[in-house]
């Protein structure tokens, strides 16, 4: 069974600042405990890799890219142009193509609604400009020809009103 | 400082980035009381941890994630007796990638204190210093990290058939 004592040593400090005694206790331990035993390997290797991981970081500090510098006043100099721009500007930069579309749509419908003509009235100047009326369109009679002056409605009323007689 | 977070260059590049334009933009802050190094390394590891807090963690690391590379190296390092390891760039890439790997199953701040710690041989007061954490609250996250680590180890070691 493991030993607390021994796994609290182990993850109390990094191991390779354990005192001599403090080593000396876990490894007289390991010798007769096999999950301590284990314990301690793995602790070994974790002080392993945390130090490998710890020294390629060095490595690549060391190697920094050369435009770094460079790369990072651009940006400061992005963010200052950015913070320069006004408001009301930065606000049309964000919705100004949503803005024009809406205000073009509305410039639109506007012209249409008060320049261009109704289908009422379209209607009416088609009837005033066209002397024929549905009937006559669809007998196919010659409105021209058979106009009637006063004087033959006159005279045809009373003629029939004479026979009559 | 930020290579110590992130292994991927650009990531680092990045957070370093993040670091100087947030120490332009807060320049009148700096009262001078304490060293601008000391200043910069604060905003550094702020901007690093707030990004590691905002990636995702990974889940536990089992034996089956490992590659064949780093499950030989781990069998062959727990065989090993202490001091014996050789210098050798291909198993210093191998433990890296492991310890990368065994570092982002940590908590962020668990991982900034064992790496400080650990890793730099960096002492409990400097990393509270750097962090702005209490004393104690660097020696739970370090402890809790060497835990962690090491259990998620011997899992591996119990995996790979040692």
């Known amino acids: ?165 | 400082m930020a290579y110590r977070f992130f292994r991927e260059r650009s990531l680092a590049e990045e957070a370093a980035q993040e670091t100087f334009l947030k120490a332009f933009a807060q320049l009148k802050s700096f009262e001078g009381r304490g060293s601008m190094e000391g200043w910069l390394t604060r905003i550094a590891t702020n901007t690093c941890l707030n990004i590691l807090r905002a990636a995702r963690r990974r889940p536990e690391l089992v034996t089956a994630d490992l590659s064949e590379d780093e499950s030989d190296w781990l069998e062959k390092k727990a065989s090993e007796a202490p001091g014996e390891q050789r210098p050798d760039v291909e198993q210093q890439v191998i433990a890296a990638d492991l310890a990368e790997r065994l570092l982002q199953t940590l908590p962020p701040e668990d991982r900034l204190a064992l790496t400080m710690i650990d890793g730099e041989g960096a002492s409990v007061n400097e990393v509270a210093q750097l962090t702005g954490w209490s004393e104690s609250k660097v020696k739970v996250r370090a402890f809790r990290a060497r835990k962690k680590a090491r259990e998620a180890l011997e899992r591996l070691l119990g995996g790979t058939g040692k």
């Open chain 1, 1 to 165: 069974m493991k030993d607390n004592h021994i796994l609290d040593l182990l993850d109390y400090a990094p191991l390779a600042n354990l005192s001599e005694s403090d080593l000396r206790t876990i490894r007289v331990h390991v010798e007769t405990c096999a999950e301590c035993n284990r314990a301690f390997e793995a602790a070994q290797v974790s002080a392993l890799l945390v130090k490998e991981r710890a020294d390629e970081a060095a490595e690549n500090s060391a190697t920094a890219n050369p435009f770094f510098q460079t790369r990072v006043l651009a940006a400061w100099r992005e963010q200052q142009a950015g913070n320069r721009v006004p408001a009301f500007r930065r606000l049309w930069n964000a919705t100004g193509a949503l803005v024009a579309s809406m205000a073009a749509t509305t410039a639109a419908l506007a012209v249409l609604t008060f320049m261009a003509p109704s289908s009422d009235t379209l209607n009416q100047q088609t009837v005033a400009l066209v002397p024929y009326s549905a009937e006559t369109v669809v007998l196919d009679q010659d409105q021209v020809d058979n106009q009637m002056t006063d004087d033959q409605v006159l005279s045809a009323i009373y003629v029939d009103e004479d026979e009559g007689k």
